[in-house]
């Protein structure tokens, strides 16, 4: 058995390199490129922008180790297929797509390297150095979305975006294969909506969106396949540290750029490779440094009744015990002399509000629930597609109007200001909590609606919602509109009382609103 697996793996590299040959002979390529090409000298990352550049996986080092061999048919398939697709329908989607074929090469070189070395500390330095190049191409994809949210492929754009945190798996110890599954349906929403809006128009674009969920799928299956518990590494490899990382990563590692072709015959040599980066700083001495000092501290507690020795002696006329004066003032200065305690200075300003941390907005679907948080100035925020099951939470929202058109179970409204909301129907409740200034008005029916915390709420009831009931906490200036019936259209106000009576009548307390009359 061991020798046919041998022989079908030669077999394989055979014919990836006669296929590099074929396509290196039909672009005209020197000899040298066809060379570097067989050696694999070009890195396990493809060039960014070049889909059509990208290597064969099984071009590509060492293909050994059955975790690499499945990869590279990963690779090879679902990937291969993917970037065809996104190559065919181009713009945004094909440079999405570029960066995700460097983050599936980066991840390529990160079990390469685990299949050579033992497993570091997750929380250390040359774990986190490892996961650099998986970190930047991730980044890549998620700025592709974030800055064109305008651009007629945005829902394209999401779709990859809200899948691609599943690759990392590789940083997580502990059930990766359910967490690239629950990465796979957050991507499934966006993923409706492209072939929705594009079934009838390009079929690529519904071929481009299953050959991405398959590519999810197929990772998910190799992941439950090989690395069940986790990344898997060889607990007989070498073991990391900051002197060999840069070794043992190749020229694959991400800190190092794809090399440029070797120049046509008679030109000048090329210019010689950079000095090497300098040598990380050993953190050894730290500890060392601390220990030091821990010893002296204890050597000068042992020291005894001698301890006492270095203390200053108290000029007499500083003792309180004989200068009945300085009893008197309550305070000595620093100077022997009584005087008046210092006035405590002025507290610090408060942070302006141009440098607090603004966060993005957001709107997605976890789970059964809706988040909606951080809009700002936006009056158009609108949930057209929430189904009955699902409840509603926003958070966080300022000087803007949000509308849910569809009925859903619940509501609930945390730490707005200057919004407005419009709901059509909800099954249970409506909840408003740590808000300031905001209108809320109910088109349909509502059983409930509490309010907590709130100041300055205006409600507005439709005629079929009249019997609702309204639940108040620590709320002020709350009022409540009622359709008016003798003119139809308008409004009649009603404020909800905020000053209470208590008394105490056959022993039991009584509390009435106050009301003010005159």
Not at 42 to 63: E, K, N, R, T, Y
Not at 159 to 165: K, M, S, Y
Not at 192 to 201: A, H, L, S, T
Not at 413 to 426: A, F, I, N, Q, Y
């Amino acid at each position: 058995m061991t020798e046919i697996s041998s022989l079908s793996t030669l077999l394989r590299r055979l014919e990836a390199a006669t296929t590099k040959l074929e396509d290196l002979a039909m672009s005209g390529a020197s000899a040298s490129t066809v060379s570097s090409s067989l050696t694999g000298s070009g890195g396990a990352h493809a060039p960014q922008g070049q889909l059509s550049q990208i290597p064969d996986a099984s071009a590509q080092g060492d293909v050994s180790h059955p975790n690499v061999e499945a990869y590279d048919e990963l690779v090879d398939g679902p990937l291969k297929a993917y970037l065809e697709l996104s190559k065919t329908i181009g713009g945004l989607v094909e440079e999405q797509a570029n960066a995700m074929g460097g983050l599936f090469a980066a991840q390529r070189e990160m079990i390469l390297i685990a299949t050579r070395s033992q497993k570091p500390p997750i929380t250390s330095d040359i774990f986190n150095q490892l996961l650099k190049p998986t970190q930047a191409e991730l980044s890549k994809v998620n700025a592709l979305r974030e800055n064109n949210r305008s651009s007629p492929y945005s829902n394209h754009l999401a779709t990859v975006a809200d899948g691609v945190p599943a690759l990392g798996w590789i940083a997580l110890e502990s059930k990766p294969a359910p967490f690239i599954g629950e990465m796979k349906d957050s991507a499934q929403f966006y993923a409706n909506r492209v072939i929705k809006d594009w079934k009838e128009k390009d079929q690529n674009h519904v071929l481009w969106v299953r050959s991405y969920i398959a590519l999810l799928t197929e990772l998910q299956n190799y992941v439950r396949k090989l690395h069940t518990t986790g990344l898997v590494w060889n607990p007989k490899g070498i073991a990391l540290d900051t002197n060999n990382i840069n070794t043992i990563t190749g020229s694959a590692s991400a800190s190092t750029p794809a090399p440029s072709p070797a120049p046509a015959a008679g030109g000048p040599p090329p210019p010689p490779p950079p000095p090497p980066p300098p040598p990380m700083m050993d953190l050894s001495s730290a500890p060392k440094k601390a220990e030091t000092d821990m010893t002296a501290v204890f050597a000068q507690l042992n020291q005894g009744e001698a301890i006492t020795a270095g203390l200053r002696k108290v000029d007499k006329s500083k003792m309180t015990h004989k200068n009945p004066e300085l009893r008197a003032s309550g305070m000595v200065t620093a100077g022997g002399k009584p005087g008046s305690p210092k006035r405590a200075g002025p507290g610090a300003p408060p942070k302006p509000a141009s440098l607090t941390l603004k966060k993005p907005p957001k709107m997605a679907l976890e789970g059964n629930k809706w988040i909606v948080e951080n809009f700002e100035n936006n009056n158009e925020v609108i949930l057209d597609n929430v189904e009955l099951n699902q409840s509603v939470y926003i958070y966080g929202c300022k000087n803007s109007t949000i509308m849910v058109k569809s009925k859903v179970t619940t509501i609930a409204m945390d730490s707005c200001t200057k919004t407005g909301l419009c709901v059509e129907s909800l099954i249970s409740q409506l909840d408003l909590v740590n808000s300031k200034s905001i209108q809320v008005q109910v088109l349909g029916k509502a059983p409930t609606i509490s309010l907590d915390k709130n100041d300055s709420c205006m409600v507005y009831l439709s005629k079929d919602c009249l019997d609702v009931e309204i639940l108040t906490s620590k709320c002020s200036a709350i009022n409540i509109l009622t359709p008016d019936a003798a003119d139809e259209g308008d409004y009649v106000e009603r404020p909800v009382p905020e000053q209470f009576l208590t008394k105490i009548v056959d022993g039991k307390v009584v509390t009435t609103a106050v009301e003010h009359t005159g």
